[in-house]
Structure formats: structure tokens, C-alpha cells
């Protein structure tokens, strides 16, 4: 109705900026933090002003990071990690933490190429991870990137600049997925893991 | 990880206060929040503090209202309804406004009757709506709580508070599937269910 309290009508027109909220599942939101959860919901919205304002990047990998070096980068022994794994997002810097595999340090691009979008090297703060090569310390760069095409194309570009500086390069193993069932899998990735074939 | 910087845990954790939020789809929420839209993510911010803050209830509907009288109870025309319609919630209120059959006036109980958890007719605000009923202004008074045990009882308790007044009262049309929430029942089931009301 238009007869919505102006600052319930606010709320409710704020919560879209949400990923997956619709004007329904809006309004049940606001409707439930007002009718049961007023502390929570106003904590949330603390909580919200305070990243949103507060979050920058991390002046070495460009991870989120409230402080000039995030806690990986402030670490002594991921300090002297002579391995530095690239990735496109934050989130998944966070889903290979979670895996526990990787003790060295990683280089968050934000984003992949994308020259139609405006994005480009600077962009993707790849001046300063050419910097880090340039020092030498590297002894291999794993590219975490996503198997898609634009992922492709910016592995492709740091591929380069890691030959030009001498430094060893890999690149997360293409395949099927475990657990997954073949009949399922896209043709692309059949395709991929059928040429990667290996010695059994 | 435990590496996630302190504001943007804090916010992920914050964001499980939304209905329906697990902790992947706050992590999801929060990273692209701040990947895309902080400004967004900003002001849903500012309107969550306004709004747990600001919002009270009407005076008179009992309503969600940042002011004394809401925006219905305020309308002159609706003032002097002499048909008051009776419902569980203001989501409930709003799918009824949205049925555009309706021009009387509301009251709200925000909830019902419940003895075990401590909801008893005070906390609905029963006494007012004795005392709206004592006026002798009111022809009609509609049910349209809940098609469920607690919708039932407590309109049963209303039914009998309008006939200590002298006051008609009406029941929404049986119709609705017995056991759903009103919220989420399409407009023109709602509508049907408006017009075929009868007597209780
Ligand atoms: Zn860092
Ligand atoms: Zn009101």
C-alpha cells in the first residue's frame, strides 16, 4: 500500500540492493526484524555502514581488509611464502583458505580483463604484481582463475608477464568435478578433461 | 577462513539476522556488497538503524507507524468508517489494502492469542479495541485473522467481545486453505475471500 510508513517503504526499497531479494521476500524481511528482531536489525545496520565505510584493500594482495596489510600479509610465516596464488575474487581467496592446501600468499585481482567494461591491467593492480616479480623472491605463481573465458584470458596475460620475469607458472588442474556425474557434465568441460587425460 | 577482516565478519554474521540467510548466502550478500555496490549496501544500512529505531506502532490500529497515527488511521475519509476489520499483522493489513475492496479502518493485534508463550489479550491490545467497541460507532467488525488454531481462537475471543457490545461481526469466506498465513495467499483468493465474508 502506499500507506507504508515512509521509513518501512525506505527499508523495504533498501533491502533490494541485495542479491536475490525481491520486492516479496523484501518485505517479509522488514516485517520479520520489526515484528521479532529490532536489536539484530539495527546491529545489522551498524554493522553495514561500518564495512561499507570501512572495508578497503590490502595494500600488497588487494584483498578486503580494514587495515593497510590484511592478516594473511601481516602473517610472518605467509610473509616469507616464496608462492603467490592469483585469484579473481575475494570469495574465492576464501573458498581455497577453506580447502587448508595453501600456505603461501595470494594476489586478489578483483575482477578479470574485460576491455569492453573498461577493465584493463591498471585495473587489476597488475603493475604491482609485476613489482613483486620484477624482486625475484617468486619461485612460482599458481593461477587460481576461473575456467571461464574471461578468467582465461587474464591467466593468459599474467602467464606472460611471469615468463618475462623468469618465474615459474601453474594452473589449477581442468577436469571433471568430484562427484559429479558424467552424463551431466557440460561438453566443454568433458572436452577439456579428455584431452588432460593422465597415466592411470 | 579466520583471516576474513574483523568488519566484514561481523557483517556476514549480522547478515544471518535476515529470514532465510545461511551462512553462504550472507558470505555471497556481503561480498557483493562490497564488490559493487557500497553505496547501496550504505544506505540499507542507514534505513535498518532509522527504521528499528523509528518505527512504533499507531495509536489507534496499532499499526507499524513513525508516527502517532498512521497514514490510514490519519485519513479523514477512513476515519469515519464504521466498519473495522481485524487482522494478525500489518503483512496481513497489506495484502488486504492490496485487494483495493476494502475502505474501512484497520486494527492490528500483531499477533495472537497464545497462553503458553505469554500472549495473552493485553498484548493484543484488546482493551482498545473494547474500548473502539464501547463507542457504539462501529456496524461491523470483520475477522480476518488467520485460518489457523491461534487465528481461530482469538477471533473466537473477539466474536464474543462484539456481542457483549452489540456489534455485528463477520468472518472472512471459508475458502482459505485451512493452515496457510494470510501474507502469502494470491490477491484474488484473498479478494474472494473478502467480498463472500459472513456472519460469525
Ligand atoms: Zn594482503
Ligand atoms: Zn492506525
Redesign the pocket.
Known amino acids: 500500500m502506499a500507506k507504508l510508513t515512509p521509513l518501512l517503504q525506505q527499508l523495504i526499497e533498501a533491502l533490494r540492493v541485495l542479491p536475490g531479494v525481491g520486492p516479496k521476500s523484501a518485505q517479509r524481511m522488514a516485517f520479520q526484524l520489526l515484528e521479532r528482531n529490532r536489536s539484530g536489525g539495527a546491529r545489522l545496520g551498524t554493522a553495514l555502514v561500518a564495512a561499507m565505510e570501512g572495508i578497503g584493500q590490502?595494500q600488497?594482495?588487494?584483498?578486503f581488509?580494514e587495515h593497510s596489510?590484511?592478516a594473511?600479509?601481516s602473517d610472518v610465516k605467509r610473509q616469507q611464502a616464496d608462492v603467490l596464488c592469483v585469484v579473481g575474487s575475494a570469495a574465492d581467496q576464501l573458498a581455497i583458505e577453506h580447502t587448508g592446501q595453501f600456505q603461501g600468499?595470494?594476489f586478489v585481482l578483483m575482477g578479470y580483463l574485460s576491455p569492453l567494461d573498461g577493465v584493463g591491467p591498471a585495473e587489476l593492480g597488475l603493475d604491482a604484481l609485476a613489482a613483486q616479480l620484477a624482486q625475484g623472491k617468486l619461485t612460482e605463481l599458481i593461477l587460481a582463475t576461473n575456467p571461464t573465458v574471461e578468467g582465461e584470458a587474464t591467466a593468459f596475460y599474467i602467464a606472460e608477464l611471469c615468463q618475462k620475469y623468469g618465474c615459474k607458472v601453474t594452473r589449477l588442474a581442468q577436469g571433471l568435478p568430484f562427484g559429479g556425474e558424467l552424463e551431466y557434465i557440460d561438453g566443454t568441460t568433458l572436452a577439456h578433461a579428455f584431452s588432460g587425460r593422465k597415466s592411470f
Open positions: 590490502c600488497q594482495c588487494r584483498t581488509s596489510l590484511c594473511i600479509c600468499r595470494y
